[in-house]
């Protein structure tokens, strides 16, 4: 289905920006006419998805992002949960490129930028300390995707990377479809192919906070995560292979606990990743077809997002590394742990790491995972 012609179908839609894009967005938004641009030549815009209830949420094809997603609160007041910029152009920012995106072709990290297939190594760019993070500087967060419409609740992004481009083989054709249902769920259903065996392991790296964006910290948020065991890293973020317990660590989240709880404790590896930035090994209820992942409660809004996925991990990263860098939607500065990111995903390193599931890619297979983040209250 998607193979080399829609490659090139997609490559050109990106030149014109374009062609076959519908533009969601109603002219009753105004919002989209001061967040539209152009980068690198292409046309970069403002997608709306509403449901029955009232709920919405706003995307751009640059990255495939999500601009903002906006549920009621205890009180009924629809409340935007997602970080992120009022610009096209403030996400082009090398400084900060991951908000609301899509990562990839791999998501988090490959050690020492490197992976062997079929006896043939490849060499990635190194762009986090030693190792590769989320696909290398030019991942697809700052591919301007092509835009299709179906409806007013689903919107696909779809864009091929060229082969080896940041070192990784195949030109991979990806596709990711979000829905916005009527009982408040955003799903997010990925597609890949490649026409030479690479690696893929897709993710949407939104950064929440369920008390409403540039609302402050996220460390009195609860959080429960249904996973009995993590991947402890080494100092560089990159898991040992050990698959560890987490009771009696300051990991385990089995239980609802508030984030703050343990953050601090003297240990290890919230030393490493100076805060959590770990991915856990998903263990939870499945619920049609999906695993329960996590929940998380905004201790103000009482607004509660339920994750449930395809993927075997979920990578739980609290803002650890936001320093006022760059300047939020609310005019809010982009402060230490006022966001968290809960991306489902293989577990970081795959490609070297044999015993973890595989992220391998081979032609003639479709890469297919789902993920779901539903909104109630309580
Ligand atoms: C990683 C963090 C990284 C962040 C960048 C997360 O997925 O785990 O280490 O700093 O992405 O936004």
């Known amino acids: 289905m998607f193979g080399v012609a829609t490659a090139l179908i997609c490559l050109s839609c990106q030149n014109t920006g374009r062609n076959r894009t519908t533009d969601a967005t109603t002219s009753a938004d105004s919002s989209a006419n001061t967040f539209d641009g152009e980068i690198d030549g292409h046309t970069i815009k403002l997608y709306t998805l509403t449901n029955k209830t009232g709920a919405k949420a706003t995307f751009t094809n640059f990255g495939a992002r999500i601009v903002s997603l906006s549920v009621p609160d205890k009180a009924g007041k629809l409340t935007d949960v997602v970080l992120g910029f009022n610009k096209a152009s403030d996400y082009n920012n090398p400084e900060e490129p991951y908000y609301g995106t899509i990562v990839g072709p791999f998501g988090n990290r490959i050690a020492n930028g490197k992976f062997t297939l079929d006896g043939e190594t490849y060499t990635l760019p190194t762009n986090n300390g030693p190792n590769t993070l989320h696909g290398g500087y030019k991942g697809v967060h700052f591919a301007a995707w092509e835009a299709q419409t179906n ?31 009527d009982d408040n769920a955003l799903e997010i259903a990925y597609k890949a192919t490649t026409d030479k065996k690479t690696v893929v392991n897709l993710t949407n790296h939104a950064y929440f906070n369920l008390n409403g964006e540039g609302s402050g910290t996220i ?12 991947t402890p890293v080494d100092s560089t973020l990159i898991p040992t292979g050990e698959l560890t317990p987490v009771k009696g660590t300051p990991f385990d989240f089995t239980t609802a606990k508030a984030i703050g709880r343990d953050i601090e404790v003297e240990d290890t590896q919230l030393a490493y990743g100076e805060g959590y930035d770990h991915n856990f090994v998903l263990s939870g209820n499945k619920v049609d077809g999906l695993t329960h992942a996590a929940t998380l409660v905004g ?80």
């Open 151 to 181: 409806g007013d609740n689903t919107i696909t992004f779809s864009y091929t990377l060229p082969d080896k481009h940041e070192g990784f083989p195949g030109n991979i054709a990806m596709t990711v479809t979000y829905t916005l249902t």
């Open 219 to 230: 460390l009195d948020h609860r959080l429960q995560i249904f996973a009995d065991r993590f």
């Open 299 to 378: 201790d103000k809004s009482g607004i509660k997002m339920d994750i449930y996925t395809e993927e075997p991990g979920l990578q739980f990263y609290s803002g650890n590394f936001m320093s006022e860098k760059v300047t939020l939607k609310n005019g809010k500065k982009d402060s230490f742990r006022t966001g968290l990111c809960l991306e489902t995903q293989h577990f970081p390193d795959s490609p070297n790491q044999a015993a973890f599931p595989s992220t391998v890619l081979a032609p003639g297979e479709t890469y297919q995972t789902k993920s779901v983040y539903k909104f109630t209250v309580e």
